[in-house]
């Protein structure tokens, strides 16, 4: 099946950094990818979808100058968290649309991002 | 608005079968999928039903009706390693998921 990577798969940062998470699509061509975020006990919450060589489209009550998002080819999204804070600490998870008759969405292996 | 019903928590026993179900109510109906998540990892695939039916996958079975914006997830011979929370997403208008809150299965021996 299609593959998606997530890197890197945890980080603890400070509060105040920035923080990249990269995913990428590696044995198909993704032209939307899709950023979600998973609290603990919860299910995935949509951000925003990402297009390749377009704007993100983000969901409603989404910081877009926040949660930066990048697609600069059809196997990278990244996502950026600027200025993290601890209430940002969340399982961050792409997706990846394609490379099956069903269409579904694949799931990277999350990041688990922890702000202190 | 849009809305998807699955129960929080199911426990049954090895060997078993349990039946998850899920009702929604969505603006634009492009499939509704199945996605198993054990705690700390990501979403794995498990079925795709875009007609009424049952669609069956080895010990896992999927069943829709649009008509009553319900399914439900049948798993057969449960085993130890199906504990994990189940997921069920419907494709919207724009090709996004929406997911439900998820129904967490506790597999006993």
């Known amino acids: 099946g299609a593959v998606v990577s997530q890197h890197p798969s945890w980080v603890i940062c400070k509060s105040g950094t920035s923080v990249k998470i990269e995913c990428r699509s590696l044995d198909f061509q993704a032209t939307t990818m899709f950023w979600y975020r998973q609290f603990p006990k919860q299910s995935l919450m949509l951000m925003a979808t990402?297009?390749?060589?377009?704007?993100?489209?983000?969901e409603q009550g989404v910081e877009k100058d926040k949660f930066l998002i990048n697609h600069a080819s059809l196997t990278l999204s990244t996502l950026t968290v600027t200025s993290a804070h601890p209430e940002d600490s969340s399982f961050y998870i792409c997706?990846?649309?394609?490379?099956?008759?069903?269409?579904?969405?694949?799931f990277g292996p999350g990041t688990r991002l922890t702000v202190l | 608005g849009q809305n998807i019903d699955q129960p929080t928590e199911m426990t049954a026993t090895e060997g078993a079968i349990v039946q998850i179900n899920c009702t929604y109510q969505t603006s634009g109906f492009n499939g509704l999928f199945w996605y198993q998540q054990h705690a700390g990892e990501a979403p794995t695939f498990l079925s795709y039903?875009?007609?009424?039916g049952l669609e069956e996958k080895g010990r896992f079975s999927s069943f829709l009706s649009r008509s009553k914006g319900y399914s439900y997830l049948l798993l057969k011979e449960l085993q130890m390693k199906d504990s994990a929370s189940y997921l069920c997403?419907?494709?919207?208008?724009?090709?996004?998921?929406?997911f439900g809150t998820g129904t967490l299965l506790a597999v006993q021996p």
């Open positions: 039903n875009v007609l009424d």
């Open positions: 997706s990846a649309r394609g490379g099956s008759i069903y269409n579904e969405q694949f």
């Open positions: 990402s297009n390749e060589g377009s704007k993100a489209t983000y």
């Open positions: 997403a419907v494709g919207g208008a724009t090709n996004k998921l929406i």
